[in-house]
């Protein structure tokens, strides 16, 4: 119901803008948001994006650089990377969860437990 696309090869310093487009279901009360996972390691957090777009949250890592949108008319959520470092290197993955009241940005952060994961897409950054 979730997949990514967007990704490919670019040069150190280059940009790409990566897509999670929903189907079967609408997201627009969810938070959203992308992970990814770099050959070796672990998966980690990357951005989230509320329901409606006004709260975002960023990995200390990506802030500044990375920037997380998403369309709800269009079911749809984006990542625009610039200034991409090789250490950025990773697939990237979207997940969704029901957003309540008072919902956590850490515990989404977390990975943990989250209502739908979508396929990743490979991003590989040359020096």
């Known amino acids: 119901q979730l997949q990514a696309f967007g990704g490919g090869l670019v040069q150190a310093g280059g940009s790409l803008r990566l897509s999670c487009a929903a189907s079967?279901?609408?997201?627009?009360?969810?938070?959203m948001g992308w992970f990814r996972q770099a050959p070796g390691k672990e998966r980690e957090f990357v951005a989230g994006i509320s329901w409606s777009g006004g709260s975002t949250y960023y990995a200390d890592s990506v802030k500044g650089r990375f920037t997380i949108s998403r369309d709800n008319a269009k079911n749809t959520v984006y990542l625009q990377m610039n200034s991409l470092k090789p250490e950025d290197t990773a697939v990237y993955s979207c997940a969704a969860d029901s957003q309540g009241a008072g919902y956590s940005t850490t515990y989404f952060s977390r990975g943990s437990g989250l209502d739908y994961w979508g396929k990743g897409t490979l991003v590989t950054v040359s020096s």
């Open positions: 079967g279901r609408t997201f627009s009360r969810h938070y």
